[in-house]
């Protein structure tokens, strides 16, 4: 029965002893900042030994250990990638995380100073970006391309210089006779139709919103006589009403 109970109590002492454990280790990382951690402070010394390699691999740990929150360890690994592994890409990845993080700080003059440096150092691997053979090969590849659609624009433009060209040679066609509409039996047809100006009158076509009126003003000056051309012309026009524009009016 004593060694059961020893038991229990030993089991419960590890389990308590693993869940500090656990706990004084999450303590440790909210309490400690990122430059105090010795994964962080072995990394710096790595660098200052120039093992690149070694302190990238320790910077990487330590981002991965605080969930990507670690401004400095991002900053270092940016730097290693631009100045000594020639790798703008993973420069620029980590130059943004610092940015990202550290838009978040309370603002300050220190703060403002480390992020414009950081900015600075983004354009400055974009620049060595295109002076990288990647880059060369595809500004090559583009001036092909241009030069390639500069020709085929020159070929369009002779192609459609031609083209107009020859419709302007093309012969004229023969535009067709007026067909001749069949008036029914017994339709009267228009003044200008059927009955042609005696010879020695005067004619007028009547316009949209003429009247007899109208016309006797413009062609006599007096709008009184509009029933002697009314008169003259009562073969086609039995009263005023039926004036029609385009009827052929003889003015006696």
Not at 41 to 46: E, N, Q, T, V
Not at 91 to 101: E, R, T
Request: with cysteine; net charge positive.
């Amino acid at each position: 029965m004593i060694r059961r109970s020893y038991a229990s109590k030993l089991i419960f002492a590890l389990i308590g002893t693993f869940v500090i454990a656990g706990c004084s280790d999450r303590m440790s990382l909210d309490v400690l900042s990122e430059t105090e951690d010795p994964v962080y402070r072995r990394a710096k010394d790595l660098l200052s030994r120039n093992l690149d390699n070694e302190a990238l691999s320790q910077f990487t740990k330590i981002i991965s250990k605080r969930s990507g929150n670690a401004p400095e360890s991002h900053l270092e690994a940016g730097l290693i990638h631009l100045d000594h592994m020639d790798d703008q890409y993973s420069a620029i990845y980590h130059f943004k995380h610092y940015l990202a993080i550290k838009s978040r700080d309370p603002d300050s003059s220190e703060r403002n100073a480390g992020m414009a440096r950081v900015e600075d150092l983004i354009k400055t691997a974009k620049k060595d970006l295109l002076t990288t053979e990647d880059a060369k090969n595809y500004r090559l590849k583009l001036l092909d391309t241009i030069e390639q659609l500069r020709r085929e624009n020159e070929t369009l433009k002779s192609r459609l210089a031609e083209a107009r060209n020859s419709n302007l040679n093309l012969p004229q066609t023969r535009q067709e006779p007026d067909r001749i509409v069949p008036v029914a039996p017994n339709r009267q047809l228009p003044a200008r139709m059927g009955n042609p100006p005696v010879e020695g009158n005067r004619t007028y076509v009547v316009k949209e919103g003429d009247s007899l009126y109208k016309i006797s003003s413009e062609v006599y000056g007096n709008g009184g006589r509009w029933m002697e051309i009314l008169k003259a012309n009562s073969s086609v026009l039995p009263s005023e009403r039926q004036l029609q524009p385009g009827m052929f009016l003889v003015i006696p």
